[in-house]
């Protein structure tokens, strides 16, 4: 044990002389969290123009409709400006405007005398997924101005029941994704920066002419990069806290085991990378590869109920299996239903890259002796 800890002093001292190696991890992902937050953080309510030219009461209340219908998020689902006709479609035109709502000088009197009242709607379906939107906001605003003005209820009742304790936007999904690659390649780098220096000072000789077992060089290394890989997933972790308000609370340290464990399948390949590269390459490739699982590995979306879409090779690595617990403690705060399915699949992730890495780096190594 006190070879142990003489050799973890060393790795951290090393660590020490060159601390922004801790940021390697941590830099990508903050540049991802930045640009899917502006891309999918933003407004969420879509901007209409609202152009009441009725001679009667109700094209108010129908506006005032807009603000009142509330969507599962607390946000209304339109943006309601009460604009003139010419501005409306001069804003329209200009794509400034998601849509225009035309109520005309008779909607009242078609209401009052039981006729079939009519309103104009213009949408932009420039993205597919925002006009699906559309018709499914205005059909929600339809109803509730139904109900203020007193016309009957449709005969259909509907009971609606979420498994989930609430709802989220995309951003929170695809942000544990991101917390999840800082984890993979805060330990990747770190692990990586180690071996690079212990090249340049020609300490992988002296290991290699070791008379004991390298396991004792390689523990302190490996659990130094966990720790490394810790840190910069937890600070990510507490970015969203201030962002988007979410924390696991009491389950932060199953968020640390479910990491630390994708951490360990990662050690291994960058530690067996970090002997046979340059540095500057192998550090794009950590982070090359870090991104690649991040796309393919359900950093941008449920996988849970998707299996199908997935890719067959996102399979082969342990983030595909983390990423959907780690949104059940951190975004719905309850315990994952595959907890345990979970765990012992990413041990066994774990061990199997941990067995092989150190295996080859230690043959490695004894070469260079």
Not at 13 to 18: E, G, V
Not at 221 to 232: C, D, F, P, Q
Not at 301 to 322: C, H, Q, S, T
């Amino acid at each position: 044990m006190k070879r142990f800890w003489i050799l973890f002093r060393t790795e951290l001292k090393a660590w020490r002389h060159d601390p922004v190696t801790a940021l390697g991890g941590f830099i990508p992902a903050i540049f991802i969290l930045l640009a899917f937050g502006l891309l999918f953080g933003g407004r969420l309510s879509l901007k209409i123009a609202f152009v009441n030219h009725d001679a009667g009461p109700y094209g108010a209340i129908l506006q005032e409709t807009f603000a009142e219908t509330i969507s599962p998020f607390g946000t209304p689902y339109y943006d309601a400006l009460a604009l003139p006709k010419e501005e409306a479609w001069a804003a329209y035109d200009d794509l400034r405007l998601d849509g225009v709502w035309v109520v005309p000088e008779d909607f009242s009197q078609r209401i009052e005398e039981k006729q079939r009242p009519g309103v104009e709607m213009h949408f932009s379906n420039y993205i597919d997924d925002r006009a699906k939107n559309h018709r499914l906001y205005a059909a929600e605003i339809l109803w509730r101005f139904y109900e203020k003005i007193g016309y009957p209820a449709p005969p259909l009742a509907l009971a609606e029941e979420y498994p989930l304790p609430k709802m989220v936007h995309w951003f929170p999904i695809i942000a544990v994704g991101v917390m999840l690659l800082g984890f993979m390649v805060g330990g990747m780098m770190n692990i990586f920066a180690l071996t690079n220096k212990e090249q340049v000072t020609r300490v992988t000789l002296e290991f290699g002419l070791a008379p004991r077992s390298l396991l004792w060089v390689l523990l302190p290394k490996t659990l130094l990069a966990l720790l490394m890989g810790l840190l910069t997933g937890t600070a990510l972790l507490g970015i969203l806290y201030l962002w988007i308000g979410v924390w696991p609370g009491g389950r932060l340290w199953a968020v640390w085991l479910l990491a630390g464990l994708v951490i360990l399948f990662w050690i291994p390949i960058a530690l067996v990378a970090g002997l046979r590269t340059r540095y500057f390459a192998g550090a794009i490739a950590v982070v090359l590869a870090g991104l690649t699982l991040f796309f393919i590995g359900g950093g941008l979306a449920m996988v849970r109920g998707f299996e199908d879409k997935v890719l067959w090779i996102a399979w082969l690595f342990p983030n595909i299996y983390a990423v959907d617990p780690l949104r059940d403690l951190i975004l719905f705060d309850q315990w994952p239903a595959d907890w345990r399915p979970t765990l012992l699949r990413l041990t066994l992730f774990a061990g199997g890259a941990l067995a092989v890495g150190w295996a080859i780096t230690a043959r490695r190594l004894r070469r260079m002796g």
